[in-house]
Structures are given as C-alpha cells and as structure tokens.
C-alpha cells in the first residue's frame, strides 16, 4: 500500500500534468475577437484571428460599401526576446483580408485593427484587439 506521503505527491503531479496538458493544447487554438454590426440593412462582420505564427484581419459586408482596414501585427523571437510590428492597410467594396505570417522561429503576439464602413450615407468604425 502506498503511504500518504508518496500518495500526495501522486495526486499533486497528476494535476500538474493536466494542467500543463491543458496549455500545451490551448496554446494550439487560434484567438478569435469579433465585432458584428448593421448599417440600415447591411450587416458587418469585423474579425481578428492570431495563430501561433500567422494572423488574419477580416471585415465582411452584405452589401456593397466602401470599406476600409488597417491593422498591426506584432511578433516575437523567444529566443532573443527582439520584437518586431507590421502595419498594412486595404479597402475595397465587398469587405477587406489582411494576412499576416510570423518569420520563422518567430510567434504571434498581437494584432490591432481598426475596421471602417460606410454605406447608405452612414459610418461606422472599430477597434479590435486581440492578445494571443
């Protein structure tokens, strides 16, 4: 029979270990932030999405209207702990993509945009951050 001291030390590194199973998979998901709106009847979907190398800046619309993203995308070396941000900027009629994709060795870190529409004479705008 196992005596109580080894039997805590059994039960403190199994929940150790399911924690640390618990990061490891959740660090595989993707962090997705989103903002959903409507200007008279076109419906607007902004979205960040930040992967552990790479990351997407998205608007959508329903309707034809002038739309506008500009969104930063930082990363990290964890190596050398250097960090390094890059800016793009688009518009179009039917939504906006920005894709971003981390240098090699390199992981995400965050990702800010600032989505724009405006459609049937009215604007809207946003703001979406998303830490990964």
Known sequence: MLSRKIFKKLVVLIIALIVMAGIAVADDYDKVDKRIARLSDCDITAKNTVGTAGATASL????????????????????????????????????????????????????????????????????VTTIR
Request: proline share 1%.
């Open 60 to 127: 959508s619309v329903t309707k034809s209207a002038s739309c506008g993203a500009t969104a930063s995308y930082s990363t990290i070396n964890p190596n050398t702990l250097e960090t390094k941000t890059v800016t793009k900027q688009n518009g179009g009629q039917w939504g906006v993509r920005l894709y971003f994709e981390a240098d090699s060795g390199w992981r995400s870190v965050k990702l800010v945009s600032t989505y724009s529409v405006t459609y049937a004479g009215q604007s809207w705008e946003t703001k």
